[in-house]
C-alpha cells in the first residue's frame, strides 16, 4: 500500500502563489497516474489535475493556466504550482490517484487559504 503526504499549504493573499508537494511513500509511485484533488467547505471534493505516468496533464477547466501539475518519479513525490490564486481557491488539497482516487489513500491533505 502506497501512503501519500502532502505538504506546501498556507495562508497566501489573493495573487499569491503557493507550490504544493506529496510523497509517496513507495517507489512503485512512478507506474500511478496520479492527481490533485481539493474540498471546499461544504463543497464535494473536486478534480484538480492529473497527470499520467508519462507525464500528459489534464486540468479543470476553471484552473487552466493558473495550476501547473508535475511529477519527479525519482522523487516519488507529485507536485502542484499554484499561481494568481484566488479566495475561492481556500480549500484542503489531497493527492492520490487519477482520475479517480483510491479509498485508501485518501490523506489528511493540506489546507490553502486564500485571503486578505
Known amino acids: 500500500q502506497v501512503q501519500l503526504v502532502e505538504s506546501g499549504g498556507g495562508l497566501v493573499q489573493p495573487g499569491g502563489s503557493l507550490r504544493l508537494s506529496c510523497a509517496a511513500s513507495?517507489?512503485?509511485?512512478?507506474?500511478?497516474?496520479m492527481g490533485w484533488y481539493r474540498q471546499a467547505p461544504g463543497k464535494q471534493r473536486e478534480l484538480v489535475a492529473g497527470?499520467?505516468?508519462?507525464?500528459?496533464?489534464n486540468y479543470a477547466d476553471s484552473l487552466k493556466g493558473r495550476f501547473t501539475i508535475s511529477r519527479d518519479n525519482a522523487k516519488n513525490t507529485l507536485y502542484l504550482q499554484m499561481n494568481s490564486l484566488k479566495p475561492e481557491d481556500t480549500a484542503v488539497y489531497y493527492c492520490n490517484t487519477y482520475p479517480v482516487g483510491l479509498v485508501a489513500y485518501w490523506g489528511q491533505g493540506t489546507q490553502v487559504t486564500v485571503s486578505s
Open positions: 497527470i499520467t505516468s508519462g507525464g500528459i496533464t
Open positions: 513507495k517507489s512503485i509511485f512512478s507506474i500511478y497516474d
